[in-house]
């Protein structure tokens, strides 16, 4: 898993989310090169797994081996999907702007992969130095918000 | 609560967060105009409000008053908190070259302010439609992340 700091949704049509990836991770190079990626979701079965590839480089290891996770293939980029994760989003980079300032890039989604059958999975949401909180219950209230 | 479609943390020194506002928001001409906004963070026991705050427009309506809230003073910037929020964030506008193409805002919190008393809140995760993710436990792994 790529360590992204911090992910979000930032329009729905197209579908377009925004990540800070720091300069100092293997990412951040491959990403401004190949101008695409993967993003995949872990949930808490995978917490140990999400700790280790945070605290470790693709540089020197490789994180599908040593984390015993299987790659498989997407359908419109060429890096890999984890096949483990809950939902996995192929991205293509729409825009590199503010790049050079912020280590953010804006990307697209072009293919969405998720696994139906969760209806609410245990998401991780990464307060800081090795806390997560576990994504809890989903309550519906009436709304006309999209 | 300004209908905030999206936040997220984009660098930790200064702390700058990426905010989506659709320009059918009051929230986007007022944001423009003054480059100060505070960001407010409900939890579980507000989720009927926010749903009142995102299906209304403080164009119409004073939403304090319609729904109960406080306002308390901010230190830095003349927007006001909402007192009953579990934390709020006093934010300047520090780059809005994305405002145009991506509704997007880059602000810079200048002074935070957090309940400390609540070691895990109950905070709120919009899915869309209505459905809010409620946060469950927070989890702790030896890590080297910050």
């Avoid at 996995?88 to 590199?96: G, H, M, T």
């Amino acid at each position: 898993m790529p360590k992204w700091m911090a992910t979000s949704s930032a329009s729905f049509e197209p579908p377009i989310i925004g990540c800070v990836v720091s300069e100092r991770n293997h990412t951040f190079g491959i990403l401004k090169a190949t101008k695409q990626c993967v993003i995949n979701i872990p949930t808490l079965e995978l917490a140990a797994q999400v700790v280790g590839c945070g605290n470790t480089s693709g540089r020197k290891l490789d994180k599908f081996k040593a984390f015993g996770l299987t790659q498989t293939a997407a359908a419109r980029v060429k890096a890999p999907l984890i096949d483990e994760c809950f939902a996995s989003l192929e991205c293509k980079l729409v825009d590199a702007k503010l790049v050079a300032k912020y280590c953010f890039f804006i990307v697209e989604v072009v293919q969405a992969w998720i696994d139906r059958s969760r209806k609410d999975p245990r998401t991780l949401h990464h307060r800081g130095r090795g806390a997560f909180m576990v994504a809890g219950e989903t309550i519906k209230l009436p709304s006309k918000m999209k």
